[in-house]
Nanobody, 124 residues
């Protein structure tokens, strides 16, 4: 059983940056593919980025490509999401998730473990 705790959210002006962190406990972190998802007001939860178990492979949604970077530190049981050039449409609750069955996944249903989320608000 993996527990995930996100941090790093907050209020920032458009064009600014934030770095989200997600610390995992209770499992073998390096055996999980990890992902970041977000849910904006009135919208469905969507995949933002994903990273393979080793960190060698990453995936990004088109809306964040070139602005966001996902990374992981398996020694620290932590996955990160560096968000640059933030836009008002990036405002959402951001969730990290762990997938124990896939090498890497963009699919919400693949992820069996979820954090509680951290709010990111971008002011224009």
């Amino acid at each position: 059983q993996v527990q995930l705790v996100e941090s790093g959210g907050g209020l920032v002006q458009a064009g600014g940056s934030l770095k989200l962190s997600c610390v995992a406990s209770g499992g073998t972190f390096s055996s999980y593919a990890m992902g970041w998802f977000r849910r904006a007001p009135g919208k469905k939860r969507e995949s933002v980025a994903a990273i393979s178990r080793s960190g060698a492979t990453t995936y990004y949604a088109d809306s964040v490509k070139g602005r966001f970077t996902i990374s992981r530190d398996n020694a620290r049981n932590t996955v990160y999401l560096q968000m640059n050039s933030l836009k008002s449409e990036d405002t959402a609750i951001y969730y990290c998730a762990a997938d124990e069955t896939s090498v890497i996944s963009r699919t919400r249903g693949s992820y069996g473990y979820w954090g509680q989320g951290t709010q990111v608000t971008i002011s224009s």
